[in-house]
């Protein structure tokens, strides 16, 4: 769904201070929303599980025993050149490389007007010129998030190879999905930094790292609750990760909000649960299935709100948002290959692509989505700014669920449909109250999350 990288945003002012209450009622909604995933809607038929090593959980124990196979040496190498003293004593060719992946350079502040967050505009361009403009932007973003999302659902829930006599295959190693993803978006990444003018760069690159290993383990958490979810589900969870989010600002970043911001959690959590408890009807689903895919949303929502505050914490160093999707997708490829590797999963994953061509075309169409989706997103922000992009991402995901239910024909209810009008009825509420706080000359108190795949 959808990897985190935040544009660049001053840190939030707010015009009163509510008191710890606002904390609870932030953890309460965030629970009232995340356990409607065990609503009545059946989740997609499981594919059978050979053996224990098969479990989502146990996959998920192994992939973070292989990420920590590089975390592990790495944080002893760190710790061993900062008390050795290693700037004032450190020669050779390697210094250079030491000294910008433990040391960086000196963080130098830099206005989000100056990188992504603001809409840039040269010259006077006309307003056909605009309006062409942003034409492009949206019908880029729209044409490559809705084929992700198709993509995404047909790659976790569909078989293949399926014929008279034959079942078939599913995909099952999410994992591989999000390592393909990752090498691509890097070397998009890299490509565009070297044809294009970027500020030097100061942060220690290990810092990345942290980002990184949530990003990686949030987009795992993405791809896996669709064994146990519908799409739609995932993409109204995903909606209401605004809870969340500013759950983990006030206890990471000690971040206030506005009484406004409460209001349109509190609509998006009543939303939220609406469409779920209203979907099903007889196929209720087993409590195992239920408790894993609440347990695999929470964990994505809680691994994606935690990169979005460390990365918005990282652009006190002076870089670019390309420089930034550059960082992060490098540890990315560096953690999931080293632990497919490890697993032999890169093998088999291979292998499956051998037998099955079209589940190589999709992996790679759900790659390419993925890259050129993000430079679309760092483009819009750019030209036109965080508000203009947050409503075409909230537009992309309303077509989202309408796309999944007529392609694989989700049953919606008169209930779910109001609930879904509610969500995205508080989602623009947002996007309008944060333009009226800036006309104000107030600043916003949430950054603009980028959609991360």
Same mark, same amino acid.
């Given at each position: ?19 710890? *209450? ?12 995340? @356990? ?19 479990? %989502? $959980? ?25 008390? =050795? ?13 030491? /000294? ?8 130098? =502040? ?36 809705? *084929? %992700?999302? +198709? ?26 999905? +999000? ?17 294009? /003018? ?8 290990? /810092? ?11 987009? @795992? ?28 600002? /006030?206890?990471?970043?000690?971040? *206030?909000?506005?009484? %406004? ?15 779920? $408890? ?28 935690? *990169? ?23 540890? =990315? ?6 632990? $497919? ?23 790679? $169409?759900?790659? +390419? ?45 008169? +209930? ?38």
């Amino acid at each position: 769904g959808t990897e985190s990288f935040p544009a660049p945003a001053p840190p939030a002012l707010s015009m009163g201070r509510p008191d710890r *209450t606002g904390c609870r009622c932030l953890l309460l909604l965030s629970l009232v929303s995340i @356990w409607g995933v065990s609503a009545d809607e059946p989740p997609p038929e499981l594919p059978p599980q050979d053996s224990w090593g098969d479990l %989502w $959980l146990v996959r998920f124990i192994l992939n973070v025993g292989g990420y920590g196979t590089i975390l592990l040496p790495g944080f002893l190498l760190i710790r061993y050149f900062k008390r =050795s003293n290693y700037l004032e004593t450190g020669r050779g060719l390697c210094y250079p490389v030491v /000294k910008s992946c433990v040391f960086g350079h000196e963080p130098k =502040s830099l206005a989000p007007e100056e990188t992504a967050a603001a809409p840039r505009v040269e010259g006077d361009p006309s307003t056909a010129q605009q309006a062409l403009k942003l034409l492009f932007c949206a019908a880029g973003l729209q044409v490559s998030y809705l *084929t %992700w999302g +198709v993509l995404q659902e047909r790659v976790m829930t569909r078989t293949y190879g399926s014929e008279e006599g034959s079942p078939g295959e599913r995909f099952r190693d999410s994992q591989f999905l +999000v390592f393909m993803n990752r090498i691509l978006a890097l070397t998009v990444a890299g490509v565009y930094c070297s044809i294009s /003018k970027q500020p030097r760069h100061g942060a220690p690159m290990y /810092k990345y790292s942290f980002a990184s290993l949530s990003n990686i383990l949030s987009s @795992w958490c993405q791809y896996e609750a669709l064994k146990f979810i519908s799409f739609p589900t995932q993409v109204l969870a995903k909606a209401s990760k605004v809870i969340p989010v500013m759950l983990m600002g /006030k206890l990471v970043s000690h971040k *206030t909000y506005e009484y %406004w911001e409460y209001l349109t959690a509190v609509l998006i959590s009543v939303g939220v649960s609406m469409f779920l $408890l209203s979907n099903g009807g007889g196929n209720r689903p087993s409590g195992v299935t239920t408790f894993s895919g609440v347990v695999i949303l929470s964990g994505y929502i809680v691994f994606d709100s935690f *990169t979005s505050n460390w990365q918005d914490s990282l652009f006190k160093y002076k870089m670019s948002s390309v420089q930034m999707m550059f960082g992060v997708n490098l540890f =990315s490829c560096l953690f999931t290959v080293g632990s $497919l590797l490890e697993q032999g999963a890169l093998l088999e994953a291979v292998h499956f692509m051998s037998r099955h061509p079209d589940f190589a075309f999709h992996a790679a $169409l759900l790659s +390419v989505c993925s890259a050129f989706g993000q430079l679309f997103i760092f483009y819009t922000i750019n030209k036109f700014g965080a508000a203009i992009f947050t409503i075409i991402m909230t537009l992309r995901q309303a077509l989202a669920i309408l796309l999944s239910c007529l392609l694989y024909g989700h049953p919606v209810t008169a +209930v779910g449909g109001v609930g879904v009008a509610v969500v995205f009825l508080a989602l623009f509420l947002r996007v309008y109250a944060r333009g009226r706080m800036r006309k104000k000359g107030r600043k916003a108190a949430d950054t603009p999350v980028v959609q991360k795949v």
